[in-house]
């Protein structure tokens, strides 16, 4: 079945510093790929997505490629902020899911001043 | 745009009691969906309407469980006789049926406890 994994939280950074979130995925097919962020008190907002092998989606500063080879789709941001403390979560839909993502587990990332 | 709109944000019931929730989706989307997450997980499906018609249900969505949509816009979703471990975030996103990369738009859910 579809599943996706991601890396163990939680994560815990200084301002500025270079962010990796990664994320693997099994599934048949071509998939969507999608990065979901949850604030606190808040609901899941569409950070990025890519949809087909090699694409590249970015957002806000944050950017991830899917790699069909690798299966991958690791999120990324040259320099985090505190306002990016928040819990992350990967998704894939699949070509005739009719929308329904499956989400892996969630990485919670802390950004200290 | 109002975004989708959960009611109630939370709800505390004693185990045994029926409880209801309602989404109200964005108004020009067709397509709703509704999630549960539990503490440390990600959401996992439950069901999805495209427009009245219940096209989809998963395995986690017991006999306790249903939801309707019965003019097509707002969604309710009933569980009977809960249990301590229906315990969870209830999310509910709605979605423009644009080929299958529309983005879903959740609301912020209702946390159920039940005691």
């Known amino acids: 079945g579809n599943s996706v994994t991601q890396m163990e939280g939680p994560v815990t950074l200084s301002e500025e510093a270079f962010l990796t979130i990664n994320c693997t995925y099994t599934?048949?097919?071509?998939?969507?790929l999608f990065w979901y962020v949850q604030y606190p008190g808040e609901g899941l907002q569409l950070l990025l997505k890519?949809?087909?092998?090699?694409d590249k989606g970015s957002n806000k500063g944050f950017e991830a490629t899917y790699r069909k080879e690798t299966t991958s789709f690791h999120l990324e941001k040259g320099s985090v902020q505190v306002s990016d403390s928040a819990v992350y979560f990967c998704a894939l839909k699949r070509e005739t899911s009719g929308s329904r993502l499956t989400f892996g587990e969630g990485t919670q990332l802390t950004v200290n001043p | 745009d109002t975004g989708v709109s959960q009611d109630p944000r939370h709800k505390i019931t004693k185990r045994g009691q029926n409880v209801t929730f309602r989404c109200d989706p964005i108004?020009?989307?067709?397509?709703l969906y509704w999630y549960r997450q539990t503490l440390g997980q990600g959401p996992e499906f439950l069901t999805y309407f495209q427009n009245e018609a219940q096209l989809e249900k998963s395995r986690l969505l017991s006999d306790r469980f249903s939801a309707e949509r019965p003019k097509g816009s707002f969604s309710t979703l009933e569980i009977q006789r809960t249990e301590q471990g229906d315990s969870a975030m209830y999310l509910c996103?709605?979605?423009?049926?644009?080929?299958?990369?529309?983005?879903?738009?959740f609301g912020n859910g209702t946390r159920l406890t039940v005691t």
């Open positions: 890519a949809t087909k092998a090699d």
């Open positions: 599934a048949t097919g071509y998939p969507s």
């Open positions: 996103a709605s979605s423009l049926p644009r080929g299958n990369n529309s983005p879903l738009h």
């Open positions: 108004s020009e989307h067709n397509r």
